[in-house]
């Protein structure tokens, strides 16, 4: 076996204690039947509970299995992003902690890889044990991504994938701060194939997404790919105004011809408060472009490291003993 890095796994862990032992157990056993050289690279997300020192005992006991060990809670995606940035294989797998990813697939992926793919993504053919609110509301939103982008971005798929070296090149040099990686990929373009899964059940323990992060997630996906919903906006104006205009021409003439006033308060407020509600979604639109453009004008860094473990060629600010 030479050297080199073949593949490089990132997982992202946030509070992941119940799960990471057995994670690092069946990743461990897939990639040993590769009989080629690999890395694991745990991404710690600023977790609360042990997941960290497990992840120390088992840093301690395999040089193949690196950390990575932010200074807070900076997202799934940073964490993804950190991962790719610190790798060093041939190629890059992606792949969530909590087992719903069958690490066996990347066996496929590898295959697929091998035949010349620079991308080889997770389909989800299946989703086992997850609510009907996650199913509906993912399918829904794959759809309405697809449907606002030019950009080719398969349905139904996650971070779980392989990527080319030169993939991971190209993806580490886009210095934007929201990240929506999946889409990002699909934006670099190579040649790109899928395989096919049944996404399991959570091994242990809840999902680290509750709403709110996958509303964030949702909207960097919609803000980083597409300026339709400023386009939506400004259409629902001119349509807007020239109802305006109509209706200020009907209530004249009524007035004039007929003499009879058709507008009463109660109607005046209904299309008063339609009109504002209006107004505030297409500001709030504006303000979800403008919040992103000033993240960017900061220019800080997309996480922060406190800790590296196993290590080699960063720097040594970050290594330390265990
Ligand atoms: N995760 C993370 N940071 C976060 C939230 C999640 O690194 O702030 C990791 C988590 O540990 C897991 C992956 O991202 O490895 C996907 O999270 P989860 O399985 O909870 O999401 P779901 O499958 O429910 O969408
Ligand atoms: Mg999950």
Request: one cysteine or more.
């Amino acid at each position: 076996m030479n050297n080199k890095i073949m593949y490089s796994i990132v997982v992202p862990l946030y509070n992941e204690e119940l799960v990471v032992q057995e994670t690092y157990r069946r990743l461990k056993s897939v990639m040993d039947s590769t009989k080629e050289n690999y890395e694991i690279l745990f991404v710690n997300d600023g977790s609360k509970d042990k997941t960290v020192d497990l992840v120390y005992g088992i840093c301690r006991n395999d040089e193949k299995i690196k950390l990575i060990n932010f200074s807070r809670n900076f997202g799934h995606q940073a964490a993804i992003t950190a991962g790719m940035d610190m790798s060093s294989g041939a190629a890059v797998v992606v792949i969530d902690a909590d087992l719903q990813d069958p690490p066996e697939v990347i066996l496929d992926m590898i295959k697929k890889w091998k035949e010349g793919y620079e991308v080889v993504y997770g389909k989800r053919a299946k989703r086992e044990g997850e609510t009907f609110f996650k199913k509906f509301t993912a399918k829904a939103f794959y759809r309405l991504l697809k449907s606002m982008t030019t950009i080719d971005i398969p349905v139904d798929t996650g971070d779980f994938r392989l990527i080319d070296r030169k993939v991971c090149n190209a993806l580490i040099s886009l210095p934007e701060k929201n990240r929506y990686v999946r889409g990002l990929v699909s934006w670099v373009g190579y040649k790109q194939t899928c395989v096919e899964f049944v996404r399991q059940e959570r091994f242990a323990g809840e999902t680290k997404y509750p709403l709110k992060k996958m509303m964030k997630l949702a909207l960097d996906g919609i803000t980083s790919l597409s300026y339709k919903p400023l386009v939506i906006s400004g259409y629902l104006g001119v349509v807007t105004f020239i109802t305006g205009i109509f209706l200020t021409i009907g209530v004249v003439i009524n007035q004039l011809i007929n003499g009879k006033n058709i507008v009463n308060l109660p109607l005046i407020l209904a299309i008063n408060i339609t009109m504002f509600g209006l107004l505030l979604a297409c500001i709030g639109i504006m303000g979800q472009y403008i919040g992103r453009i000033f993240d960017e004008s900061k220019g800080r860094p997309i996480y922060i490291i406190d800790s590296t473990i196993n290590y080699k060629r960063v720097d040594k600010r970050y290594e330390i003993s265990c």
